[in-house]
């Protein structure tokens, strides 16, 4: 550092530099997902039977770049800057249909080559640039299905990555919850699957704050009293230029901490890093990216608030790698390289990063524990912490298409876990492949029948997507009986994550007053042996 003196008023007086605030640092999470469009066929099949109303095969051909080689032309791009890279998570059930129209010679030749390439770009500090997240193997909403269920599906997806890739030099340490659907009793299952982080919508840090100045634009009823446990002071900044209903906390909203889950019976306490990944920045870059998110305008409002050197803001730009704008030849090419200008112009004030790299210089404290409300990212009906996109209320009616394709999965799954208790399954390659014992054959229909997106689309297509996962558990208990068959039940019932009605008994929900503060508490229980 030069050193100038000046004389003022005839003293010798020594300037002192005014002291740098941190950079804000810049990530992204670019997912890809297609499912199984048929529950027990291959896409090719699907296609060649002419279930749906679309061509099952265009959907992937229009996105042919996004799954072959325009994410790592993206980070190419930025190879000059030390720690640019990306997060993106690739299901299994993707893989599964690009390797069947490979197969069948309809396209997609040797697309594994780009990502088995791209996954060996490292930053200067050894970690992938092009980091791929684990996932679920197919795509479920994973705080309500069975533990024991979604930890098959994160093996099943760091197989299919390792088998489609090859290993990374550092295995992924982080995931990407389908939907970014988190809620804190995912924890213990994660850390047993050796997961270090979890991207997490932040409006669920913000919503958990006593002093979280809730407005009715976000299209979300107000926070549960009871979720809102997080204290003290921060600032409150409502931003402009971009589609921002409520005002976002900083710098704390955009800081990683620990979340813990305690275990009610034992009092073990587990815990793991929840990265926050920005709802709004996020919604906002998936239009296109850099030009169409304003980033300059965006996130210098929030620079004068990242005052804390070692844990300086990150924005993880958190979207669907495949649609809209975030899927565009523009994205990844013109305006990436835009963006990769303009970190150049600014070294001083933003850089991009991997998650684990910034985790790795940035960690959070031991005693920075916090809690996150549950719930999923905006373009889910907002993420309200219900689920009710996968979980929706039943009609008119009484009928909730929703609800009734639980009831289905929780009794498969009972009779798939009792049928693991008797004869375990053989290998995590067979459950895929659906080859194998019974006991295989019945986990690789369950774990289909789970795949999100057979709720997402309620009432589409004559109710096709509705019937899916009574489809798949059909497929899985015909294999499954065959093995209780031969042995008595030693699996307890299995439980469906408990829920209440109404969710804010006594407050506010979807602008109404809800009274009384009584609640019932619902449930799906089921046992091979039965219920009394």
Known sequence: MKLRFLLVAGALALAVPAQAKPKIYVAFQWHMHQPIYWPGESLVQTEDAHHWSFDVQQILFDRSGPYTAWPIDAVRQGLALSSLGAQVSFTGSLMANL????????????????????????????????????????????????????RLQIQLHRRALEAHFGPAAR?????????????????????????????????????????????SGSNL???????????????????TNLWAPTKVSAPWGYQPHFVEYVDPASGQSTRIVAVPAARYEGNEDARGGFGAFLYESVLSQYEAYNTDDAHPMIVVLHHDGDNYGGGTDSYYHSNFANFVGWLQANPSRFECTTVQDYLDRFPPAANDVIHVEPGSWSGADNGDPEFLKWNGDPAADGYSPDRNSWGVIVAAANRVHTAEAIAPHTSLDAIQYGSGSDTDQAWHFLLNGETSCYWYWDNTEGGKWDSHPARAANQAVLHADAVIATASDSVPPEIYLPQREPYNPGAIEWGTKVRPSDFDVWTYVYDVSGLT
């Open 99 to 150: 390797d069947a129209l490979e197969s069948s010679g309809r396209g997609f030749s040797g697309w594994k080559n780009g990502w088995a390439g791209g996954r060996g770009l490292t930053t200067s500090s050894g970690n992938p640039r092009l980091d791929l997240t684990l996932i679920g193997y197919h795509h479920p909403l994973m705080p309500l299905v069975p533990s024991a269920d979604r």
């Open 171 to 215: 295995g992924p340490k982080g995931i990407f919850p389908p939907e970014t659907a988190f809620a804190e009793h995912l924890v213990p299952d994660f850390a047993a699957e050796g997961i270090e982080w979890t991207l997490v919508d932040n409006i669920h840090f913000d919503r958990a704050r006593a002093d979280y100045p809730y407005s």
């Open 221 to 239: 009823y107000p926070p549960n009293a009871a979720e809102q446990r997080d204290l003290g002071g921060v600032n409150w900044v409502q931003l």
